[in-house]
């Protein structure tokens, strides 16, 4: 079901040991499985913890427990630890966890939103901001709303233009237009008050 690299076992139990408690296990589940939002979570785990459903992986030195609801979403999931020269990096592969692409044949509306979440939202976050999707027109004209650092921000019309707009029409061809619908002169906590710095999205 899943793959744990030897390199990676090694981290884990690494990690274990540090902690000094008997029985101490890792556990891993999926959180908002099957959505663009879908993530892996690892944490610590005492025996009286458990609760019955995990899937359990006998490791080298220690156990590897899969939340039962989580594990259906990591088949062909793999594990591994890059030692780097500031310390290593841990990467989980979890192929299925966001399930499947809206196809050709999904709705407009679908497709959209599958993009909206899966790739530009998560690459604004840093600047604080979300978009919203509003409406999708029958002939193709797509309304966003902006929040969080990108309402009021001096750079949105760039990252409207340049990022969002640019990455929609590359996913989702029957795209004609994006349009802004957000009144940024209410914006809170713009990221950039005043047409300055980056686009969100650079």
Not at 16 to 24: H, K, N, P, V
Not at 45 to 70: A, Q
């Amino acid at each position: 079901m899943i793959d744990i690299s030897e390199r990676a076992q090694q981290h884990f139990l690494r990690l274990l040991s540090q902690q000094g408690i008997d029985g101490l296990s890792i556990r891993l589940h999926v959180t908002s499985p099957g959505t663009p939002a879908a993530n892996c979570e690892l944490e610590f785990c005492e025996p009286d913890e458990l609760t019955g459903r995990e899937w359990t992986i006998e490791c080298e030195g220690f156990l590897f427990h899969i939340d039962g609801d989580s594990a259906s979403w990591l088949d062909s999931a793999s594990i591994d630890y890059e030692p780097n020269p500031t310390g290593g990096q841990l990467n989980i592969r979890a192929p299925r966890i966001k399930g499947d692409l809206p196809g050709m044949d999904a709705g407009l509306v679908e497709r959209v939103r599958y993009v909206l979440e899966a790739e530009v939202n998560p690459r604004i976050a840093a600047h604080g901001g979300r978009i919203s999707l509003l409406e999708v027109s029958s002939d193709g004209v797509v309304v966003l709303q902006f929040g969080g650092g990108c309402h009021g921000c001096g750079m949105v019309d760039v990252t409207l233009k340049q990022g969002v707009e640019k990455t929609l029409r590359e996913r989702v061809p029957e795209i004609t237009e994006v349009r802004d619908a957000t009144d940024h002169a209410g914006g809170s906590n713009p990221y950039y008050r005043k047409k300055e710095g980056q686009s969100a999205l650079s």
